[in-house]
Structures are given as C-alpha cells and as structure tokens.
C-alpha cells in the first residue's frame, strides 16, 4: 500500500475513534504547504545533473514544522507527504512544541561525490532557504543525510539570514549539535523497547533481536542493545543481510562496516538472503531501513513476537491486521523511534538558551520523555479499547487537534 495511503488511513481511524468532526479531520489532513524544486548541479566530471528536491510543511499548530531530509533514489512526494504527516503525529505523542515537515531529494547518495553531496545540498537550501527558519521549519537528518548535510543548510542559510545554529538540528557537535543527538534515536529504540518489554515479564537481556538496516538508527540501536545485554541474530543493510544464532558481535560489526562500508563479508557470522532478514527466527524485529517492508506479502511468515518500529511506516495496515491476528505486539513508529526528533528538540532548546547540557543530562531527560510517551500511549489505549498504534495515533492527532481548535480559524 501507498505510504501516504497507509499513513492517512491511521488518521482517519484514529479521527473516528476519537469522534472528531469532520470538518476538523479534513483541515488536519491536508498539508500546510508543499514545495518541489528543480536542484541541478555541475558533477565532478564537468556534466550536469538535475534531481527533484521536496520539503512537506504539513501542520504548524504546536509550534515550528520539524523533520528531517532524505537521500534516496525512492524519494517521491506521496512518500515525503506521508513521513511529514508521521512527524506532525510524532511530535505529539512525544510531547515537544513542534509540528510535522520531511523533505527529501531524489537521488542515489552513494552514488555522489562528497563534493556533488556538497553542492547538491547547498542548492536545494538556496531554493527552499525562505521556507525554513529557527521559528518556522527546522530540518535535521534522515536516511541518506548526516551531520555533515545539516552543517552545510546552516552555511548556506547563514548566506541569506545570518547565522542561526537552530535552524537545523542533527548538526554536528562542534557547531552547536547536542551531545547525544547522534545516538538518541538508536536510545529511544532501546528505553522503548525495554518499557513494552517489561509490560510482558521479560528484558533486553535474554531477547534475541533481528535488526533491518544498520545506519544511523539501526547501528546505535544494536550498540545498545547488545550493551543491554540483548543477543542480536542477524542484521542486514543495503549490502546484504548476516546472521549468528549466538549472537553477532555488534562491536567488530560497527568497526567492520566503518572500514568496509557495508556488513556484506563480515566474517563474524554467516550469510543470508537479503529478503529473508524480517522472517528470520527471532523474539524481537526491528525495522531501521526503508518504509513499507513488512506488507500482506510476509506479514504471514514474521517469526518474532515483538516488532519495533525504529524506521517510518515500516509496516502496512494490512499487514497491521495479519500480525494483529497472530498475536505479534508492535511498538509503532510515532513512538518507538521519536527519541531522534526529541534530543532535536534539546538540540534546538540549547541553542537557543546558547548553553550546552552534558550528554548524561540529554541520555537522562530522553529517558524520562520516552517514559511519559509509553505511559500516554498506553493511556489511549485504555481509553480507547485499541492496539499501540491506535493509541500513539489518538494521543497524537488528539493533541493536534485541541492545539488547532484553540488557534482557531477567523481570518
Ligand atoms: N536518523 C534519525 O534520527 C531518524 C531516522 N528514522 C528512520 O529510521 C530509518 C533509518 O534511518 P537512518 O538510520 O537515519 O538512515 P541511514 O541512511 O543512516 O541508514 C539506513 C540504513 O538502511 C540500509 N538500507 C537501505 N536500503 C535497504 C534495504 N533495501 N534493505 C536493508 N537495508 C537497507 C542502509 O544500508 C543503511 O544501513 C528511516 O526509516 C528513517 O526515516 C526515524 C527517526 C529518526
Ligand atoms: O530530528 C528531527 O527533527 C526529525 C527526525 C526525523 O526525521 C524523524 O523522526 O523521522
């Protein structure tokens, strides 16, 4: 199913269960702004090449649109649509003054030089640099981007506003990035994962872990992890996918993939197909990679008992309803993996005070935020007699909603 399809059949659902008006439903529906842009560049080789950037604005009602940029060759606007209505959702349920933006350009990243990235990323922020701001829309990294990209929108910002670290977060450390930012969304994976855990008797320690992807998101989640005490069985990228039924070595994997760029070849543990990563024998699945994985097609055939959603819409409704009839629990994406856009929030929130927390303080106050997200969560779902995405989707658009009703509409 289509990601903004999917994405917009759990607000309506969530609407309904909360009885919102109709009205109301449609005008929270329908993106504040949509931009598409033209991005050419010169290559290294002196030929030039165009790519189309997006950036969805899709609801200011709680504060500043916010999310992150992605580089992939499968950027499309109803996908940048849906993960900008995600995030709208998302900063809700997390409980941080925001509202809901992504954008994206379509590209292949490992395809480009890093000065191609450069001059790719610095043209996209000429064309959309009036539509973002401290106060306004604030970009941070998604898959694809990194730092280094959010270092560059901030120079090329500070071209036509002045210099203004907020205005993007994930930045890096040395340019007023949070301590801890880098990690936090891998974090909020892991206290996420620990607190529906504990709801079933169990712990990170003694689980086994099948993770999909081993970026950002991913790679920190399996450090921790496996800290934790966790036995991570198998993990795939881009490369290729590796499982060890003892349990893969997480710290040579991180040095491994550094080094080699891609898990293909680690020698830690054996090779498997790709596609077999998410049926893997496993307790606990985490999805860090790409949207719409687990669909009708292998919903049937997932193995683990727990899935937690660190990518975006990594499942569909209708694999929703499959593994809702097999008894498998799913810890769903507005939650699981908000800790990245949280620690943002710390980001932005120490730029502007221009004072910097230590990372115990960022790892400590994200903690108690994922807490508080839990426990709301599962609140909604008391109220609400619904599963945990029902009860992330009511507790965010609720929130969204009454915001918006108090703004009001009078021109
Ligand atoms: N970076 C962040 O703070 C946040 C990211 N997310 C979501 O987490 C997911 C991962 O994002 P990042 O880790 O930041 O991206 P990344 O670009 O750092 O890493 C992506 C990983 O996915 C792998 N991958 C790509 N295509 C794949 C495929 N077909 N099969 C298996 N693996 C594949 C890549 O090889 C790489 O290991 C995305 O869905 C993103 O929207 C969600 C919240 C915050
Ligand atoms: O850190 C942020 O502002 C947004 C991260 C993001 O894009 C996401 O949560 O999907």
């Known amino acids: ?40 560049i010169p290559k290294d080789d002196g030929t030039l090449a165009s790519f189309v950037g997006f950036r969805v604005q899709h609801d200011n009602a ?38 809901g933006a992504k954008g994206g350009i379509g590209c292949d990243p490992g395809k480009l030089s890093i000065s191609e990235l450069e001059r790719l990323t610095r043209v996209f922020t000429q064309k959309i640099h009036d539509l973002i701001g401290v106060h306004t829309d604030v970009p941070a990294p998604d898959m694809g981007t990194n730092p280094q990209t959010m270092a560059w929108i901030l120079d ?20 007023g990035g949070s301590l801890g930012r880098d990690a936090a969304t891998g974090r909020g ?18 689980q086994r872990f099948v993770i999909q992807g081993f970026g950002n998101v991913g790679s920190w989640a399996a450090q921790l992890i496996n800290e934790g005490g966790g036995k991570i069985v198998a993990v795939s990228d881009i490369s ?42 496993c307790d606990v699945l985490i999805p860090a990679a790409l949207g719409g994985v687990i669909n009708k097609e292998n919903a049937n055939e997932i193995r683990a008992k727990f899935i937690i959603e660190a990518a975006n819409h990594p499942c569909d409704p209708e694999a929703d309803e499959i593994l809702s009839k097999k008894g498998v629990v799913i810890l769903p994406d507005i939650f699981a993996n908000s800790g990245g856009v949280t620690v943002s929030y710390f980001e932005w929130v120490q730029n502007i005070q221009c004072f910097m927390w230590s990372e115990e303080k960022v790892n400590g106050v994200l903690k108690t935020y994922m807490t508080k997200g839990y426990n709301d969560v599962k609140e909604m779902c008391k109220t609400h007699n619904c599963d945990l995405r029902m009860g992330a989707f009511t507790l965010g658009v609720n929130r969204v909603a009454r915001a918006t009703v108090l703004r009001g509409w009078e021109a």
């Not at 903004?4 to 309506?12: E, G, I, P, Q, V």
């Not at 580089?71 to 940048?80: A, F, K, N, T």
């Not at 994976?189 to 003694?206: E, M, P, R």
């Open 1 to 40: 199913m289509n990601a903004l399809a999917a994405t917009s059949r759990n607000f309506r659902q969530a609407a309904r269960l909360l009885g919102l008006d109709s009205k109301l439903e449609k005008s929270l529906l329908i993106p504040f702004r949509e931009i598409k842009v033209e991005c050419t």
């Open 62 to 99: 709680r504060g500043p649109m916010k999310g992150g940029i992605r580089y992939h060759p499968e950027v499309d606007p109803d996908e940048v649509n849906a993960l900008a209505q995600l995030m709208t959702w998302k900063t809700a349920v997390a409980n941080v003054p925001y509202g």
């Open 156 to 175: 090329e910002y500070a071209k036509f506003h002045g210099y203004s670290p907020a205005v993007v977060t994930g930045k890096p450390v040395d340019l």
């Open 189 to 206: 994976v892991l206290f996420a994962t620990a607190a529906l855990l504990q709801d079933y008797g169990k712990s990170i320690s003694g």
């Open 240 to 281: 290729g996918a590796i499982r060890n039924p003892n349990g893969i070595d997480i710290t040579s994997l991180v040095k491994y993939v550094k080094d080699k760029r891609g898990i293909k070849g680690f020698p830690g543990a054996d090779p498997i197909d790709a596609n077999s990563i998410l049926i893997e024998d």
